[in-house]
C-alpha cells in the first residue's frame, strides 16, 4: 500500500507494529522494512524542500525535520520513519566548529589531537537541542501507529570525523590516536559516548520508540582491536539507552567479522551491510533479530532480479529471530523511488514458498 498515510492505520498500536514485534523476536503479519537513508537524497519532493537551505539549518528547523522525515512514509508506506538529522548534528549543538559540506559529508574546523580539546567539548544537555524535541513530538502525533527510529552516531564513527576533520578512507589518524594515545582516545570515546547516548534519551523521551546505533566506519577495525577499543564505549551507550525500553539496533559496514561482537554490545537488531549472506550473520548474532541486507545497487538493476534477490533475503530471514528488511547501506543519491516504492510492496505482500 505504497503510498498510504501511516495515520490512517490508528487501530495498530506502534508497539504492536511489525517492525517493533520483529525487533523483540514475535511473530509478526509481515516483513517489517524501511531504509536507511531513505529520508533525503534520492526524493524530488525532498530536494525541493532542501534548495538553499544548508543541510544543518535543515536538521535545526523542526518543521523541515518533520516533512522530510514524513516524506518517505507518506510514498512508500514503509514500515518506520528514521529521525532526519545527523551523526554530528549533537556535536555542532553542543558548539563544535563543524559542517556538512554538500557531496563530501561532516567536515570539523579543528580536528581532535589533544585532551584539552577532548575537554573543551561540552556534554550533551536535552536544553541544547529543543529543536530535537520539538520535531520528534510532532512527528510521533503524524505518524500514528508507525514507529519512529532514533538515532545516533556510535564513538568511532563519529570520533574518526573529529579526529580526521573530515572522511577519510583509511582513518590512519583516528587509528594513530587509538593506538598511540590511549589516554586521549579513551577521553574521547567517553566524551562522545555520553554525547550519543544523551542524544538517544531526548529523542525517545519526546517519543520514538526504536533507536539505532550507526558504527558506519567500524569494519575498518580487527575483531580484536574493535573489542579491546571501542566496543565498550559503544556498549555504554546502548547500556543507557537499553534502559530506555526500546529495541536498540546496531549498525555498521564491513563488518562481517564483527558482527558478534556488535551483537554482544548490547544490541536487540544486529544491522547486516551486503557483503555478509544474511544466513551467515544470522548464525553470528545467535539469538538475535537482524536488519538488511539488499545490496543498493540492486535497486538499479531489472526490477525482475531486484526482487528476486529481495525474496532471498527475506527468506534467508526466516531463519532469525527477527528480521527487518533493509538495504545493506544508504539509499543511493541517484537511486528511482518507484524501483523503493515496487520494493516495498513486495516485503510487504511476499508469501513463503512452500
Ligand atoms: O534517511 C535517513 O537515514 C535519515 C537521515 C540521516 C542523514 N545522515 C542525513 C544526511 C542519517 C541516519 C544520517 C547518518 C549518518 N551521517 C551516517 C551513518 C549512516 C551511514 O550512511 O553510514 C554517517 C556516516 C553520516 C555522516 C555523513 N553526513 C555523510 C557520510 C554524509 C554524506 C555526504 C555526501 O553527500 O555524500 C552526510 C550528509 C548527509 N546526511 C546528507 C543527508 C541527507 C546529505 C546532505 C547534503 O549534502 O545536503
Redesign the pocket.
Known amino acids: 500500500h505504497a503510498g498510504r498515510p501511516a495515520r490512517l492505520r490508528p487501530m495498530e498500536a506502534v508497539s504492536d507494529s511489525p517492525l517493533l514485534r520483529a525487533a523483540r523476536g514475535e511473530s509478526v503479519s509481515r516483513t517489517p522494512v524501511w531504509f536507511?537513508?531513505?529520508?533525503?537524497?534520492s526524493l524530488p519532493e525532498y530536494l525541493a524542500l532542501?534548495e538553499g537551505v544548508a543541510?544543518l539549518d535543515a536538521c535545526m528547523d523542526p518543521a523541515l525535520v518533520t516533512e522530510i522525515t514524513l516524506q518517505p512514509v507518506r510514498r512508500y508506506g514503509v514500515d518506520a520513519a528514521?529521525?532526519?538529522?545527523?551523526?554530528?548534528l549533537p556535536l555542532k549543538a553542543v558548539g563544535v566548529d563543524l559542517d556538512?559540506k554538500?557531496?563530501?559529508?561532516?567536515v570539523v574546523a579543528s580536528p581532535v589531537r589533544t585532551l584539552a580539546d577532548v575537554a573543551a567539548i561540552p556534554d550533551l544537555d536535552p536544553s541544547h537541542v529543543p529543536f530535537i524535541t520539538e520535531a520528534v513530538r510532532t512527528l510521533v502525533g503524524e505518524l500514528g501507529s508507525t514507529p519512529l527510529i532514533g538515532?545516533a552516531?556510535a564513538p568511532f564513527?563519529v570520533a574518526s570525523y573529529l579526529v580526521e576533520g573530515g572522511?577519510s578512507k583509511d582513518q590512519a589518524r583516528t587509528k594513530a590516536m587509538m593506538f598511540g594515545a590511549p589516554e586521549v582516545w579513551d577521553a574521547l570515546m567517553r566524551k562522545i559516548a555520553g554525547i550519543s547516548a544523551a542524544y538517544l534519551e531526548v529523542q525517545v523521551a519526546a517519543g520514538a520508540s526504536a533507536v539505532q546505533l550507526?558504527d558506519?566506519w567500524a569494519g575498518a577495525l580487527t575483531p580484536t582491536d574493535y573489542a579491546t577499543h571501542v566496543m565498550p564505549h559503544s556498549a555504554a551507550v546502548l547500556e543507557r539507552a537499553g534502559r530506555l525500553g526500546v529495541p536498540r539496533i546496531h549498525f555498521g559496514?564491513g563488518t562481517s567479522n564483527l558482527l558478534t561482537l556488535m551483537g554482544e554490545a548490547g544490541a536487540d537488531v544486529v544491522g547486516v551491510d551486503w557483503r555478509t549472506p544474511l544466513a551467515d550473520a544470522i548464525e553470528r548474532v545467535g539469538d538475535r533479530a537482524v536488519q538488511g541486507n539488499l545490496d543498493p545497487a540492486l535497486v538499479f538493476a531489472p526490477t525482475e532480479v531486484m526482487l528476486q534477490r529481495a525474496a532471498e533475503v527475506i527468506e534467508a530471514g526466516r531463519y532469525a529471530r527477527g528480521h527487518i528488511f533493509n538495504l545493506g547501506?544508504?539509499v543511493i543519491p541517484s537511486t528511482d523511488p518507484d524501483q523503493l516504492a515496487r520494493l516495498t510492496d513486495f516485503v510487504h505482500t511476499y508469501e513463503p514458498r512452500g
Do not use: C, E, L, N
Not at 82 to 88: K, L, M, N, P, R
Not at 102 to 106: F, L, R
Open positions: 536507511m537513508r531513505q529520508a533525503g537524497r532542501r543541510m528514521i529521525f532526519f538529522s545527523d551523526i554530528v556538512i554538500p557531496g563530501v559529508g561532516p538515532f552516531g564513527t572522511p550507526f558506519s559496514v547501506h544508504g
